[in-house]
């Protein structure tokens, strides 16, 4: 039976170039992130935080707005997202016809 069994090599053999593909974009995103960090925080410590303050909130309300937040994150969007405006709630506000209008 142990002859039968298939490595963890055989099963890497099987999986299509895409998620090769994305495996290597996601350490080369990891890379690219340690690298453009060391050097922010080589400027002034004050204009790191203040540009990764920045960076964080455009992400952060990011997924706010479209939702697609991390799944670990979604309890503490959920009660934040009714102060902010959301895709859905946009669109459907679109779909609906003005006061007046027939």
């Known amino acids: 039976m142990p002859l039968l069994a298939e490595s963890a090599l055989d099963k890497m053999k099987t999986l299509p170039p895409m998620v090769w593909l994305k495996i290597a974009a996601v350490i080369v995103g990891i890379i690219l992130v340690v690298f453009i960090f060391r050097r922010v925080m080589k400027v002034n410590k004050i204009i790191g935080s203040i540009i990764i303050f920045v960076v964080g909130t455009i992400v952060f309300f ?4 479209n939702r697609n937040e991390p799944k670990f994150l979604t309890p503490m ?3 934040i997202a009714p102060f902010f405006p959301t895709a859905g ?3 459907a506000k679109q779909q609906t016809a003005p006061k007046g209008a027939r």
């Open 62 to 65: 990011s997924w706010v707005y």
């Open 77 to 79: 969007v959920e009660k």
């Open 89 to 91: 709630a946009y669109n």
